[in-house]
């Protein structure tokens, strides 16, 4: 069983940054593909990255490319999503999810495991 929390949401106004964490806890947890989804009201939850173990090959969702930045340190079985230049467009419940393969995928479905959320208001 892994357990997923998320940290770092939160209200910022548009043009700022703000970074979500996403610690990661149980067995094998820190050997396996991470991958970040949101929400936004009214909508499906849709594909913003993921990072694959250990190559750390990353892909992006067109929407975010350039602008959001993931990252994962190992050793502290913790994931990152850094988000510059935040647009209201961006608002939405951020999940945090894995699943026990190396490789991730963009699908919602491949992932096994999900955090609770961590909700990102951008005001503009």
């Known amino acids: 069983q892994v357990q997923l929390v998320e940290s770092g949401g939160g209200l910022v106004q548009a043009g700022a940054s703000l970074r979500l964490a996403c610690a990661a806890s149980?067995?094998?947890?820190?050997?396996?593909?991470m991958a970040w989804f949101r929400q936004a009201p009214g909508e499906e939850r849709e594909f913003v990255s993921y990072i694959n173990w250990p190559s750390s090959n990353k892909d992006y969702s067109d929407s975010v490319k350039g602008r959001f930045t993931i990252s994962r340190d190992d050793a502290k079985k913790t994931m990152f999503l850094q988000m510059n230049g935040l647009t209201p467009e961006a608002a939405a419940v951020y999940y945090c999810?894995?699943?026990?393969?190396?490789?991730?995928?963009?699908?919602?479905?491949?992932?096994?495991?999900w955090g609770q959320g961590t909700q990102v208001t951008v005001s503009p």
């Open positions: 149980g067995r094998s947890s820190g050997t396996y593909a």
């Open positions: 999810a894995t699943r026990p393969y190396f490789r991730g995928s963009r699908l919602e479905s491949a992932y096994m495991y």
